[in-house]
């Protein structure tokens, strides 16, 4: 490596005028010996003695993600870009603005680069359909979408193009999880690949039912359970609304998110909860009114009261709407 070579006492004062005028590679480390500094330049400087010396190459990854993208974007939208993008596993998944779309690749590399994972897919819908998945595009990176992702202490396997999965949620199950008691039967109506029932059950003494209609989601579900060596635990394949009419058993809580949908199940859970169960409802919303409402209503049907014991906003998925949770205790009157 093409090195200028200082006496140990000049070495400081000589690196900080090639930096300065920009002669020093920065992928090399400084080599200092006995008497002398080895400087690694891009070119001759002159003035200084240049030398031909083994230097360590130094790992360059950039500090930020805003450094991989300076010149290609303004920094209003690095910034936009930032709060745009999730992490599952060895996956990253972005949202990228119609106005960027043609930058999606530069975008993609970029990504990639900074965070060293495998492969950088874009949203190209909103979740849709009965079994709630998005379509995706690769933009960088290898196209596997078979990932593991892990989350307070679970592992919890997927593929991101047949099933949905909210790495945002991961405080709201740990949440839910620390207010579970031993001893609880729990259903979780929409339990996609498992992460509400992994995390509640390798923290608590529970026995938990996990329904969803996407088969793909059962089958990870499955394969979860077993990865985490968890017993108590079961996944069933099919519409909540009929497969609980098999149902031998009421639930001390009942887990529904499905936020665009939940309150069409509201009676099902209602019919299903323990006098004194919990429900954990979410619903999309600008507030707490809606919901409120719609678990009253679904409660007198069976002649049973709700009291309301915590409600919070677990994400913005909109300007001016939530996702919201609405924690309730159900009682016979």
């Not at 083994?54 to 950039?62: D, G, Q, S, V, Y």
């Not at 779309?101 to 994972?117: H, M, P, Q, V, Y």
Request: negative net charge; hydrophobic residues 35%; glycine residues 6%.
């Amino acid at each position: 490596m093409k090195s200028v070579k200082v006496p140990l006492k000049k070495l400081n004062d000589v690196r900080i005028e090639l930096m300065k005028k920009k002669l020093m590679r920065m992928d090399y480390r400084i080599k200092a010996e006995a008497d002398y500094g080895y400087i690694p330049v891009k070119d001759d400087v002159e003035g200084y003695e240049i030398v031909d010396i083994e230097l360590e190459e130094l790992n360059t990854h950039p500090h930020n993600f805003s450094e991989l993208l300076e010149g290609e974007l303004t920094d209003e939208e690095i910034e936009d870009l930032k709060t745009s993008f999730d992490t599952i596993g060895d996956i990253i998944i972005l949202e990228i603005p119609d106005n960027l779309e043609s930058k999606k690749n530069i975008i993609g590399k970029a990504t990639l680069d900074f965070t060293k994972r495998k492969a950088i897919y874009m949203k190209k819908s909103a979740v849709h359909g009965t079994i709630r998945i998005r379509d995706l595009e690769l933009i960088a990176g290898k196209d596997d979408p078979v990932t593991i992702h892990k989350e307070h202490g679970a592992r919890l396997k997927l593929n991101v193009k047949e099933v949905y999965f909210s790495p945002r949620l991961a405080t709201e199950r740990k949440r839910v999880s620390d207010s579970v008691s031993d001893g609880e039967n729990i259903l979780d109506m929409f339990c996609g690949i498992g992460p509400f029932p992994i995390v509640i059950a390798r923290n608590n003494d529970v026995n938990i039912t996990g329904v969803d209609i996407n088969e793909n989601a059962i089958k990870y579900f499955e394969e979860n359970i077993r990865l985490n060596k968890l017993k108590n635990v079961d996944a069933i394949c099919g519409d909540v609304g009929e497969v609980s009419k098999s149902f031998k058993t009421k639930f001390d809580r009942i887990i529904m998110n499905l936020p665009g949908l939940a309150y069409d199940f509201l009676d099902v859970a209602m019919h299903l909860i323990e006098d004194g169960g919990t429900i954990n409802y979410y619903e999309f919303s600008d507030g707490y009114e809606q919901g409120k409402k719609r678990l009253v209503e679904a409660a007198s049907k069976e002649n049973k009261n709700v009291e309301i014991i915590n409600t919070r906003k677990v994400k913005s998925t909109s300007p001016g709407e939530w996702h919201v949770a609405i924690d309730a205790k159900i009682t016979s009157k």
